[in-house]
């Protein structure tokens, strides 16, 4: 049983440009979220997806975007990039909502912006 | 914004020796979950404990809930080498559900 898996490993792209990250959640799972997380700091909530909605969102500004597809597959989005945008970007799945379950993770896509 | 803190930042403990993390949080929760972190890979969950439980247990790992005081507590029993890890609270909060909220992190060192 594959886990929550994401592409690419790692990334490097240079101010302004765009990016989009994948993940693929574990078999089961409905529900995709994303995190940001700087060096030495811990993950911070982009959003989060379900049936192919935006459900919630963290503080991040309209740059960031996102996409869940039939499949429950999701893309993440980052426009007009900025050197602190340079991070791992973590991707969660769980299956409905938050309240009470655990989030599977994967093993993140690290961006450096130069 | 980080709702949860944990304490101490870094902790450095020989095998065998217990580890404790805390983590302390701003607002009322329906959980608070532990995760683990491995050299900026993805996290792992440990455990999860519900806004009614006062402890939990899972192998080597004790958890501990203090809702008056806003805050939890991770203990790592018998530490190994393969403890080495950045350890983090998450918490789900009672309102605005759907989302975690990380602390800080703890970086423990288990030297063998």
């Known amino acids: 049983d594959a886990g929550v898996t994401q592409s690419p490993t790692h990334l490097i792209k240079t101010r302004g440009q765009q990016v989009t990250l994948r993940c693929s959640p574990k078999?089961?799972?409905?529900?995709v979220s994303w995190y940001q997380q700087a060096l030495g700091q811990g993950p911070q909530f982009i959003f989060q997806?379900?049936?192919?909605?935006?459900?919630q969102r963290g503080n991040f500004p309209d740059r960031f975007s996102g996409h869940q597809f039939p499949n429950y597959s999701s893309e993440l989005n980052v426009n007009a990039l900025l050197l602190g945008d340079s991070a791992l970007y973590l991707c969660?799945?769980?299956?409905?909502?938050?309240?009470?379950?655990?989030?599977?993770f994967g093993p993140g896509t690290r961006l450096t912006v130069t | 914004s980080q709702q949860g803190e944990e304490d101490p930042q870094a902790l450095s403990i020989q095998e065998g020796e217990n580890a404790t993390m805390n983590c302390s949080y701003k607002?009322?929760?329906?959980?608070l979950q532990w995760y683990r972190q491995n050299s900026g890979r993805g996290l792992v969950h440990l455990i999860l404990?519900?806004?009614?439980?006062r402890e939990k247990h899972s192998g080597r790992l004790r958890v501990t809930l203090d809702t008056s005081k806003k805050s939890s507590s991770l203990l790592i029993t018998a530490s190994r080498a393969a403890d080495t890890a950045s350890y983090f609270c998450?918490?789900?909060?009672?309102?605005?559900?759907?989302?975690?909220?990380f602390g800080t992190g703890t970086r423990l060192q288990v030297f063998p």
């Open positions: 998450a918490t789900e909060r009672s309102y605005n559900t759907d989302k975690l909220i």
């Open positions: 969660a799945s769980s299956t409905g909502t938050f309240r009470g379950y655990e989030q599977y």
């Open positions: 997806y379900y049936e192919e909605e935006e459900r």
């Open positions: 404990i519900r806004s009614n439980e």
């Open positions: 078999s089961g799972h409905d529900t």
């Open positions: 607002t009322s929760i329906n959980n």
